[in-house]
């Protein structure tokens, strides 16, 4: 699984409790459907963030009566998404001028 | 590859009544094999493939389809297992543990537990005037009697399929209890083995008789340690197959 996956359930789960089916459709939905995991993989990435204790899980009702597993962010992992965050804004911003500066030269 | 007999296209084009359920627990037991998912995961799995299938259905596709199409986009299983693995959760190491650790405990159990009861049965002669072979008998006889009594609740409970859960106690406070049960059942077997018995048959029996009585004991404990652990081994992989893995959520 990408290396984004992790900033990116961190990030969604930040705007608020989800669960796993959500959370892919979301990220679907957000990347007009240019990003598709195996769903599947989408979970191993969930119990490993909760392992870290980035995130922690509660075993819900939902209204239709269906049993969920809904995950929330803890304090370390909103830490943690703002240190990602901040590195990836770094990247981008090198990456940018570099690019910037090839364009140029093309 | 397909796990499910009622796959797409019969030849004939004979409606094949696809069971969902049925085909979603075959599926569950091709995630169940690798055993690096407990249930609690499956089941999450599980969940998201119902969601996708509703979805599916949602769009006009059948059943059959939807299960296609939905398990197709989880992945597959076996890659789904292997990236469990690699979390390396403690859990699967600690249930495998704590099964060995159950099976040494019920071995312990058993044994001490049928030593003190035939040492009972032969005091209990002993004090009722048996002669020396019959007290040998005695003991051979409540020996095999117990054998024949542990074989039948084994075979019982191998036949039940129950939930191996259910045996050792359904919650935390239950089995703590088994587990302060059984510990107790042991030290007092250990106490009549070794502390009563020798006292009260130096009392009834002079030295070579108690040896001659003993020769019983020594042939059926070894029967016994043979059979004993080869019972056992059988039941806990029996018990610790994970059928309760199989059953399907809502």
Redesign the interface.
């Known amino acids: 699984?990408a290396a984004s996956a992790t900033p990116l359930i961190l990030s969604i789960l930040s705007e608020g409790e989800n669960y796993?089916?959500a959370i892919?459709k979301r990220v679907h939905d957000l990347s007009g459907g240019q990003m598709q995991w195996?769903?599947?993989?989408l979970?191993?990435v969930l119990?490993?963030l909760e392992?870290q204790k980035l995130i922690q899980s509660k075993?819900r009702e939902s209204k239709t009566?269906?049993?969920?597993?809904y995950y929330k962010i803890k304090k370390t992992g909103t830490k943690m998404l703002r240190e990602q965050r901040n590195q990836w804004m770094l990247v981008h911003s090198v990456l940018d001028r570099l690019w910037e500066k090839q364009t140029c030269l093309i | 590859m397909d796990a499910c007999p009622f796959g797409p296209g019969s030849i004939m084009g004979e409606t094949n009544m696809f069971d969902l359920n049925e085909c979603i627990k075959k599926w569950r037991v091709g995630l169940a094999q690798s055993q690096s998912l407990g249930k609690?995961?499956i089941?999450?799995?599980e969940?998201?493939l119902?969601?996708?299938i509703d979805h599916l259905k949602e769009s006009k596709l059948s059943d059959e389809e939807a299960f296609l199409v939905a398990t197709h986009?989880?992945?597959?299983s076996v890659?789904?297992a292997e990236?469990?693995a690699?979390?390396d959760?403690g859990h699967i190491f600690r249930r495998r543990f704590f099964w060995a650790v159950v099976g040494v405990l019920v071995y312990l159990l058993l044994t001490y537990s049928a030593t003190a009861v035939e040492k009972i049965c032969i005091l209990i002669g002993g004090m009722g005037g048996v002669s020396v072979i019959g007290l040998w008998l005695i003991g051979l006889v409540s020996r095999v009697a117990i054998v024949i009594t542990v074989f039948y609740f084994c075979c019982r409970i191998y036949r039940q399929n129950s939930n191996n859960c259910k045996l050792i106690g359904a919650n935390r406070f239950v089995r703590y209890g088994n587990l302060m049960i059984a510990i107790f059942i042991i030290l007092f077997a250990i106490a009549i083995n070794r502390i009563i018995f020798p006292i009260m048959a130096s009392r009834i029996l002079d030295i070579r008789d108690y040896g001659l009585v003993a020769t019983s004991s020594s042939f059926a404990k070894l029967l016994w340690s043979i059979f004993l652990p080869v019972l056992l081994v059988v039941l806990l992989k029996k018990l610790h197959k994970p059928d309760d893995l199989y059953e399907v959520?809502?």
Do not use: F, N
């Open positions: 699984m796993g089916y892919i195996t769903d599947g993989m979970y191993p119990h490993r392992k075993w009566g269906r049993r969920r597993k | 609690k995961d089941d999450e799995l969940g998201h119902r969601e996708e986009r989880l992945g597959d890659c789904i990236e469990y690699k979390i959760y959520g809502t």
